[in-house]
């Protein structure tokens, strides 16, 4: 894949896989902009919060964040997002957001509306982008220059949310918000089989940097069915 072109790397997988600091990293090295289209989905859910919208009513929920001024950094080092004026950058991962976004995430007027907000985004983008997030690689983003699905086990996306929360929730809680969240995302969105042309990259053994070499190589050398990083590969 040349890189003195706008190039577009789509990043989907479950909860807990590492799709956020995956992607962080591979925008910084590649020197692209990135896009973490999951907080967009965290900052409706606080706004819904915020305001007292009923979660479960569906049209008053698309309405508000329809409607919601809504800005979002595509720095992958500097990382900031504001709805109506509020910088949310830290609240949105709250463990009471993490265990109502889907609420909204599955409002599929919600996800029309945010949608249209990160294909401007992506396509604003003068140099090329990192987007992650659910259903980037199928749906926001299905012509994207390399398209990944980042997989894990279960155990291993527990072990790994349960460290970025720390103390704030047990480990029981983190068990049951990430299968959870596989259950309630799978409604809008497969992330167990890759689709086609999407290049599988299994991380549940690997660390950050072999999984960033591991994208990175691919975004040089051209994708593949499956790709199949070993520990002893290098950033």
């Known amino acids: 894949m040349p890189q003195d072109s706008r190039t577009v790397i789509a990043i989907d997988g ?3 896989s590492g799709k956020s600091s995956t992607s962080k990293g591979v925008a ?6 990135y896009l973490d289209t999951g907080a967009m989905y965290r900052a409706a859910a606080w706004l819904v919060r915020e305001r007292g919208t009923d979660p479960q009513d569906r049209a008053a929920v698309a309405e508000l964040v329809a409607g919601a001024e809504l800005a979002i950094s595509t720095s992958p ?6 709805i109506e004026g509020h910088d949310v950058t830290e609240a949105i991962r709250d463990p009471e957001i993490s265990a109502t976004v889907s609420n909204v995430a599955t409002n599929q007027d919600v996800r029309r509306s ?15 982008i990192v987007v992650e997030g659910r259903d980037i690689t199928t749906v926001v983003a299905p012509d994207a220059d390399l398209r990944i699905l980042l997989v894990a086990d279960p155990q291993a ?4 949310r349960h460290a970025e929360l720390g103390d704030r929730v047990d480990e029981a809680a983190v ?3 990430v299968l959870r969240r596989d259950r309630d995302d799978s409604t ?5 089989e890759a689709a086609e042309g999407v290049t599988v990259v299994d991380s549940t053994h690997l660390d950050l940097p072999q999984v960033i070499a591991t994208i990175c190589r691919l975004a040089t050398e051209g994708p593949t069915s499956t790709a199949e990083p070993t520990t002893q590969e290098q950033p």
């Open 188 to 192: 809008v969105a497969a992330f167990t």
């Open 14 to 16: 479950p909860s807990g």
């Open 175 to 177: 068990t049951d918000q």
């Open 77 to 82: 080092t500097q990382p900031q997002i504001r």
């Open 157 to 160: 996306r527990v072990t790994r």
């Open 28 to 33: 910084s090295r590649l020197g692209l902009a």
């Open 114 to 128: 945010l949608i249209a907000r990160q294909r401007a985004i992506i396509a604003a983008s003068p140099t090329g």
